[in-house]
């Protein structure tokens, strides 16, 4: 009773009514109970595929602004936003069963190409990223990207006519082609210019599940030593040094431990969606210095199929080493009758908002894998497989008390 009673405290959903029951096999629940130190969820998960067909299916009960917009609402001057188009708008839905999920609408066409004379931290934010950002993780077998699935959302039922949110209620207008949009307030989009609109009431866009609260599955938000500069000039040193690695090494906790090869599995991920803007990563801190990091924020990725940013691997190139799962699966996505691309595009079918990716985008990824087999066989000519390619394959099973779980 008094985890049920914290759980409801944790979603907010607490109310001078009767208390909502919370059942065991909800499949929110069944995602949170299954996060273990190898990943968020066990390969083949039965209750992630239930999450996601609920994530597609059950009706939202209430929409609201995310908690960061929520603390940054009305505090900027938006005439200091270089391009407020570019950064997402974003809500969280909230169903049965206590589930809550991050809400991306479509603010790009598939086809459309990130311009060149983009900066990575003033990119568009692609819904459709997301959603191909969970497949590929789970084709890696990473499973460090929360389910996400795509999702035809009717603005006006399951957004406006749920919220009590009096600002979002006050950003919905029709537009002159009687669709019916809303926007966010500052520092985001604060014109109706930027707007997203359904048609007239239908809006696609990606559903990401919540990973369980703070308070009860705490987690650290660290930088990521490859961070880049987010201003239009100046580099960081990572980016003039070819060295820098080095420096690194000599660190805590990058100086023993899994911690820099879980750092190079993020750097190869990244690259294969080309997202540049991983500034900072996240860890439960219940599994200590060598739990895995959290791949989140994913929607920068897929966004130039025709460029291949080589910067991104630099944690690859500039350390040398990887782990032996992580060669092999990539090695084994090389070959034919396993290729990325075939992988990927049918495991992207099983979305309701296929095609997910367009081809050019599924092509890029067998080209971008062959730049990273590449650079793995450099190193290994340079400083020899036993060093280069670290051991993770004989690794004791973690024991029941690593498991996460909610009632601790």
Request: charged residues 25%; contains cysteine; aromatic residues 10%.
């Given at each position: 009773?008094?985890r ?12 001078p009514a ?9 499949s ?7 996060i273990?130190?190898d990943?968020?969820?066990p ?5 992630v595929n239930?999450l996601l067909?609920d ?6 009960i ?14 900027c001057d ?9 950064v997402?708008?974003k ?5 049965q069963?206590?589930?809550k999920?991050?809400f ?5 066409k598939?086809e459309?190409?990130?311009?060149e004379?983009?900066?990575y931290?003033?990119?568009f ?14 084709i890696l077998?990473?499973?460090?990207v ?12 399951e957004?406006?006519?749920v919220?009590?949110n ?5 950003v919905?207008?029709v537009?002159p ?9 500052c ?5 109706t210019?930027?707007?997203?609109c ?16 703070l ?10 030593p ?8 100046g ?6 040094n070819p ?6 090494r000599?660190?805590y906790?990058y ?12 750097a190869?991920f ?8 991983r500034?900072?990563?996240?860890m439960?801190t219940?599994f200590g ?5 959290l ?13 291949d940013?080589?910067?991104?691997l630099?944690?690859l190139s ?7 799962t992580?060669?092999?699966?990539l090695?084994l996505?090389?070959?034919?009758e ?7 595009r049918?495991?992207l079918l099983?979305?309701?908002?296929a095609p997910?990716l367009?081809e050019?985008?599924l092509l890029?990824l067998d ?15 340079t400083?020899?497989?036993a060093?280069?390619?670290a051991n993770?394959?004989?690794q004791?099973q973690?024991p029941v ?6 009632d601790?």
């Open positions: 009773s008094r049920h009673k914290l759980y409801r405290e944790e979603l907010n959903l607490t109310s009767a208390p909502l029951p919370l059942r065991p096999d909800a929110w629940l069944q995602f949170h109970l299954g273990s130190r990943g968020l969820y390969r083949s998960s039965p209750a239930r067909r994530m597609q299916e059950f009706p939202t209430s929409a609201d602004y995310s908690q960061d917009e929520k603390a940054l609402l009305g505090a938006c005439s200091q936003i270089v391009k407020p188009s570019g997402h708008l809500l969280v839905l909230r169903f069963d206590f589930g999920a991050m991306k609408p479509m603010r790009q598939r459309e190409e990130t311009p004379d983009f900066f931290f003033v990119d934010q692609r819904h459709n990223a997301e959603i191909a950002a969970f497949h590929l993780d789970r077998d990473f499973r460090r929360p389910p996400t699935v795509g999702r035809f959302i009717n603005v006006t039922k957004i406006l006519e919220t009590k009096e600002v979002l209620q006050s919905f207008f537009s082609a009687s669709n019916v949009c809303f926007f966010a307030k520092p985001y989009m604060c014109k210019e930027y707007a997203v359904g048609s007239p009431h239908l809006l696609e866009g990606s559903l990401s599940a919540f990973l369980p609260s308070n009860l599955a705490p987690r650290l938000s660290i930088p990521n490859w961070i880049r500069s987010y201003s239009f000039d580099k960081e040193e990572w980016e003039v060295l820098y690695c080095n420096t690194v000599e660190i906790p100086s023993n431990g899994n911690r820099l090869l879980n750092i190079v599995d993020m190869i990244d690259f294969l969606i080309g997202n540049m803007d500034h900072h990563y996240e439960f219940k210095d060598d739990g895995f990091l791949h989140l924020d994913n929607a920068r990725g897929f966004g130039r199929h025709s460029h940013e080589m910067s991104i630099a944690p500039q350390c040398c080493i990887i782990k032996r992580t060669l092999l699966r090695q996505l090389a070959e034919p396993y290729r990325l691309s075939d992988v990927m049918e495991s099983q979305d309701r908002l997910v367009t050019p985008h890029a080209r971008r894998l062959q730049l990273i087999l590449g650079a793995v066989r450099k190193c290994i000519d400083y020899g497989e060093t280069v390619v993770d394959t004989a004791p973690a008390s690593d498991r996460a779980k909610l601790t």
